[in-house]
C-alpha cells in the first residue's frame, strides 16, 4: 500500500515549543501533502512538496522530504493553542491520493 | 468564494435503509472526491468524478455509488446501510484537470452518518 504512516501517534506539547511529525510510505510519489483537520471538521491543505524538493516553507511550518529514505517530517515553529488539530500526510502516485493515519497534536496553553 | 458545502451536517438512519449526501464544490472546480472517515480505518477513498464522470474508485462495495451533475455537484448513495458505515463522510473539490494531485483538495465539513 502507498499509504503514509505518521509518527508519533500523538504529541502533546507546550505552546511556544516546536512539534515534529513524521511520515513514512511505501512506494514512489509525485508529490507529498500535508492537512490538518480540527475536531469533527474538514481537512485543511497546509503545504505540498514535490518529489524534486527537499524542503519546503510556509509561515511557521518547514516540511522536508526525503525520497530515499520514502519520509517526510512537518515541524511547526513556536507552536500555538490553536495548532491543536490531527495532522495528516497524503501521498500523492499517478491516480491516487493516499491520507496517512494522522498525528494528534495538542498544545498546551 | 465560498467553501466546499456538504449537507446535512448529521445524519441518523437505520439499518438497511439508503441515504443520499450532497457536495457542492467551490466555484470553477470539476473535480469532486469523496471520502469515509473512522476512526479505526482513517480516511478511506471513495470515489473521484470530473466532469460528471467517475474517474477512479476505491475499494468499496457497490452498495456506495455517487454521480456528478452538470453544475459539478455531486451526490454519493449508501444503500442497504450496515452499522460499520457509520463514519463521517467528507467531500473534496479540486481545480485539477486531468488524473494528478498536483493540486490542493479543497474539503468540506463532512457529513457525520450514524447507523443505529
Known amino acids: 500500500s502507498q499509504q503514509g504512516e505518521e509518527d508519533p501517534q500523538a504529541l502533546s506539547i507546550q505552546e511556544g515549543e516546536n512539534a515534529t511529525m513524521n511520515c513514512s510510505y511505501k512506494?514512489?510519489?509525485?508529490?507529498l501533502q500535508w492537512y490538518r483537520q480540527n475536531s469533527g471538521r474538514g481537512l485543511v491543505h497546509l503545504i505540498l512538496?514535490?518529489?524534486?524538493?527537499r524542503e519546503k516553507h510556509s509561515g511557521r511550518l518547514r516540511v522536508t522530504l526525503d525520497t530515499s529514505k520514502k519520509s517526510s517530517s512537518l515541524l511547526i515553529t513556536a507552536s500555538r493553542a490553536a495548532d491543536t488539530a490531527s495532522y495528516f500526510c497524503?501521498?500523492?502516485?499517478?491516480?491516487?491520493?493516499?491520507f496517512g493515519t494522522g498525528t494528534r497534536l495538542t498544545v498546551i496553553p | 468564494k465560498a467553501g466546499v458545502t456538504q449537507t446535512p451536517r448529521y445524519l441518523i438512519k437505520t439499518r438497511g435503509q439508503q441515504v443520499t449526501l450532497s457536495c457542492s464544490p467551490i466555484?470553477?472546480?470539476?473535480?469532486v472526491s469523496w471520502y469515509q472517515q473512522t476512526p479505526g480505518q482513517g480516511l478511506q477513498f471513495l470515489f473521484e468524478y470530473f466532469s460528471e464522470t467517475q474517474r477512479n474508485k476505491g475499494n468499496f462495495p457497490g452498495r456506495f455509488s455517487g454521480r456528478q451533475f452538470s453544475n459539478s455537484r455531486s451526490e454519493m448513495n449508501v444503500s442497504t446501510l450496515e452499522l460499520g458505515d457509520s463514519a463521517l463522510y467528507l467531500c473534496?473539490?479540486?481545480?485539477?484537470?486531468?488524473?494528478?494531485?498536483?493540486?490542493?483538495?479543497?474539503f468540506g465539513n463532512g457529513t457525520r452518518l450514524t447507523v443505529t
Open positions: 512506494t514512489s510519489i509525485n508529490n
Open positions: 497524503a501521498t500523492a502516485g499517478a491516480n491516487n491520493l493516499f
Open positions: 473534496a473539490s479540486s481545480f485539477e484537470g486531468r488524473v494528478s494531485y498536483n493540486s490542493p483538495l479543497h
Open positions: 466555484s470553477g472546480h470539476r473535480s
Open positions: 512538496i514535490r518529489s524534486n524538493e
